[in-house]
């Protein structure tokens, strides 16, 4: 696949994008694609999403790469020409040009499997947005063997030709939560015949924060934002119940538990303090993602020997379940520069074509690299 046609098949992705576990169409072109260059390819019973296998012609080592694929719900304000034809969904973090970077990867590979030594198997995940995808895909049994693992983030941070590398922690834990905290509905005149959960709302908003800025080192990163608070449906009635929602984000799994606990116990203490009862609910998100130190050198001068510009990556506190290949095999989660000017999940974000097959190139050689390390 030529750089023109690899940028022609990233446009199409961006003007069909596809949500969460609804990635027909996009499993669909990456497959006639795969299939057309004669490469092996495995369902492994998903529903969408899939994996490519390149084999090379020696002994080696097994080496997995990760795209996602799946859009985001919002309504897109780019004015490209090949903007999303599908209205209230959007490309807006990348991951087009994700698995159109990891589809060129492939097909290089795949015409130079004969220098490859071991198996490269490819990942195309589907629903990484709502960190179900990357559960489905590395239960995978073919994924198994995989030795490392490697996945590519667009990054607006980032000219095209930048690579972002850093070793250690780079995404969070991203935890949610909900609360609910119940007393007893009164007529608003009469609240002393009720007990009111808003007061006990309000207030455990207010001295939750104590848990980031005063129960932790300054030092270890950790986010606790209250993002939904809502009682009540009239202005003369005490509602029965007080509901609340928010996430947690920690880069440390020591901590993480540790905020959970706090939270947990304020929001218990809180409500009886004011006479009511509370309920929390967490939804569990997937582990921090914790680059390996020898691995990001390894990819580091592999970049910089292609002429590429490499850059220390920023953490991060948005999530991402890439943690879950890394539960197999230790791996890197890196950011290609995209530039655009927009962040991630921003109604204008757009990703620089001109990174794309630089990209695409970067990660086969990577992959051929690292497959044949122990030659």
């Not at 969460?20 to 004669?38: F, Q």
């Not at 905020?259 to 998100?285: F, P, S, V």
């Not at 927009?342 to 001109?354: I, R, S, W, Y």
């Amino acid at each position: 696949m030529t750089e023109r046609e690899l940028t022609a098949f990233f446009e199409d992705l961006h003007r069909h994008p596809e949500l969460a576990l609804k990635e027909e169409r996009t499993t669909a072109k990456v497959k006639e694609a795969l299939a057309g260059a004669g490469i092996e390819i495995h369902a492994c019973g998903m529903e969408t999403g899939l994996i490519a296998i390149v084999r090379g012609s020696r002994p080696g080592r097994v080496i997995g790469l990760r795209a996602d694929m799946d859009a985001l719900p919002v309504q897109e304000e780019t004015g490209l020409p090949y903007a999303s034809c599908v209205a209230g969904v959007m490309h807006a973090c990348g991951h087009d040009f994700h698995t159109s970077c990891m589809l060129g990867a492939a097909l290089e590979l795949k015409a130079r499997e004969k220098e490859l030594c071991g198996t490269v198997k490819i990942v195309f995940q589907p629903g990484e947005e709502i960190s179900a995808g990357g559960q489905i895909a590395a239960r995978q049994k073919i994924l198994q063997d995989c030795q490392e693992f490697y996945a590519a983030h667009s990054y607006p941070g980032f000219p095209a030709g930048t690579l972002g590398i850093k070793p250690g922690p780079v995404m969070a834990a991203p935890d949610a939560f909900t609360i609910r905290i119940r007393g007893k509905g009164a007529h608003a005149g009469n609240p002393h015949l009720g007990v009111d959960p808003i007061p006990a709302a309000a207030a455990l908003v207010m001295s939750a924060q104590s848990i980031v800025s005063r129960t932790k080192d300054a030092f270890e990163p950790a986010v606790l934002s209250f993002t939904h608070l809502q009682a009540g449906s009239t202005w003369n009635v005490v509602p029965e119940e007080a509901l609340i929602e928010g996430t947690l984000r920690t880069l440390n799994m020591n901590l993480r538990k540790d905020m959970q606990q706090r939270l947990n116990a304020m929001t218990d203490l809180t409500a009886r303090a004011y006479g009511c009862e509370a309920q929390i609910e967490w939804m569990i998100g997937p582990d921090p993602v914790i680059n390996d130190a020898s691995l990001c050198d390894q990819a580091a001068e592999i970049a910089k020997g292609l002429g590429l510009t490499v850059a220390r990556q920023d953490n991060t506190m948005g999530g991402e379940d890439f943690s879950e290949y890394l539960k197999i095999c230790p791996g890197a989660f890196i950011r290609v520069g995209t530039g655009g000017g927009f962040p991630n999940h921003h109604p204008q974000f757009t990703a620089d074509e001109g990174a794309l097959a630089p990209a695409a190139h970067f990660f086969a050689e990577l992959a051929l690299q690292r497959a044949c390390a122990d030659r």
